[in-house]
């Protein structure tokens, strides 16, 4: 993090990124020093209402973070900054987006966490768009985004959408969408979560220790569980409470509840019950240390696309393991009623002995098991983020030539996958079987 002084002070010439949260109210004329060389200004974190009418003297601003501000409107100004690709205004007091907010090259929108009702007309222009994220809004539709066939990520959770928008499944490329927490899905939650009883484990029986990890939702601890047959290592997630980019807290929570028992989920042992602040929390297995994330999260440039450490390769046998068993996994969540909504490998576990791990449900979503046709629609646009994943598999894979003729089915399938039309992609039972298939040709 940088500081004030040092701006005032130029001793930040010449820098790429400036991180600035110190309370500001005002925006630092400073800044505009830096506008030779400055490409990524974050600003959260700070008392902001108002960005200064020349920002667009930022020539080479590509990324603006101002979330955790006072903003009311999204600042028109904006629009004029033509190298601007990303916009980040999570929880302000957005109530208003001008058209004229948004710049030419906008590939990233997040307005996650404010009191948007509307949104421009014009939002359905901007064809750069890959990502759009919405969540925890007062939205009850959209515009027309249907031209924009780039668009790959979209989270309208926690809204007021009475239905999903039908040219949702026009969007070529869309493959990851949380919509959770709508009238649309609040009766599918319900439904799901009506099947599937589970233990209360009191929070006087939980001794939590060190941190495991922190997501958007909440914080994983190892603790000890002690019950009637003894003390027990287990894994407790508290959730914070917060609307995340993904959705709510209590929506993940039903999700990982409702998802049921599979060899490639975490096993939900319970639910918290009498924390001293009434948060949220599951009781889940310990995972062994074996296991590590296949990838880690996008970044700003890949924008969509996992970063895989720079050395990492798969053998054929990899490739299909970890194909079989999140394809399986992903058929048993829709035999469910559930939707991942973030199927990336940066959300897989897996280890040495080919075991696999899917989880994270913050972007999960309850499929409408009373409109088969919205519910085929659903799986096949997810089967777009599994084309995305196998591609990623087979990019790294180094198969010897004998095996060729089973990367070039691979190929084959992973396109069949990713097809332009989303009701012409297969369903996960069938990808599934052939992945089997091409596992058992490989042993022979």
């Known amino acids: 993090m940088h500081t004030l002084s040092a701006l005032r002070a130029g001793n930040l010439a010449g820098i790429k990124r400036l991180d600035l949260s110190c309370g500001l109210t005002e925006f630092p004329s400073g800044i505009f020093k830096l506008a030779d060389t400055l490409e ?11 960005l200064p009418d020349d920002l667009y003297k930022l020539h080479k601003l590509r990324v603006i973070f101002c979330s955790d501000n006072f903003f009311t409107e999204l600042p028109a100004v904006l629009g004029q900054c033509v190298q601007l690709e990303m916009i980040g205004f999570k929880a302000n007091r957005i109530k208003h987006v001008p058209a004229a907010a948004l710049p030419p090259k906008l590939r990233w929108l997040i307005l996650t966490d404010n009191q948007i009702s509307e949104l421009p007309s014009e939002l359905g222009t901007c064809t750069r768009l890959q990502k759009l994220m919405l969540s925890g809004n007062q939205l009850e539709n959209l515009p027309d985004l249907s031209n924009c066939i780039r668009l790959e990520l979209l989270r309208i959770a926690a809204n007021r959408f009475a239905q999903l928008p039908d040219w949702i499944f026009s969007l070529p490329r869309l493959a990851w969408l949380a919509c959770a927490g709508n009238p649309c899905s609040d009766a599918d939650e319900a439904s799901a979560m009506s099947k599937h009883a589970i233990a209360d484990i009191a929070w006087e029986s939980l001794a939590l220790q060190q941190p495991l990890g922190e997501g958007a939702s909440g914080i994983i601890y190892r603790a000890n569980h002690k019950s009637a ?58 995972v062994e240390p074996s296991f590590v994330n296949l990838a880690a999260p996008p970044s700003l440039e890949s924008c969509t696309r996992d970063i895989y450490a720079a050395d990492i390769k798969f053998t054929l ?128």
Not at 251 to 261: H, P, R, V
């Open 317 to 444: 046998a990899n490739v299909l393991n970890i194909a079989l068993s999140i394809s399986d996994v992903t058929a048993h969540l829709h035999a469910q009623g559930l939707m991942h909504g973030d199927l990336y490998a940066h959300n897989i576990l897996w280890n040495e002995k080919e075991q696999c791990l899917l989880g994270d449900f913050g972007g999960a979503s309850f499929v409408p098991q009373h409109d088969p046709r919205l519910a085929l629609g659903l799986q096949r646009l997810e089967m777009r983020a599994f084309a995305c994943l196998l591609e990623e598999l087979l990019d790294r894979c180094n198969a010897p030539v004998e095996e060729s003729h089973i990367v070039y089915a691979l190929r084959a399938l992973q396109l069949r996958c990713n097809q332009a039309k989303v009701n012409a992609r297969p369903l996960f039972d069938e990808i599934r079987s052939s992945l089997s298939s091409l596992s058992a040709e490989l042993l022979k």
């Open 229 to 286: 047959d003894g003390v027990s290592p287990v894994a407790v997630k508290v959730f914070k409470g917060e609307v995340t980019s993904d959705g709510l807290p209590r929506c993940e929570k039903s999700a990982a509840i409702a998802a049921g028992a599979h060899p490639a989920l975490i096993p939900v042992i319970g639910k918290v019950s009498g924390h001293p602040e009434d948060k949220l929390g599951l009781v889940m297995s310990l």
């Open 40 to 50: 990524i200004l974050n600003l959260s974190g700070n008392a902001l209402s108002r």
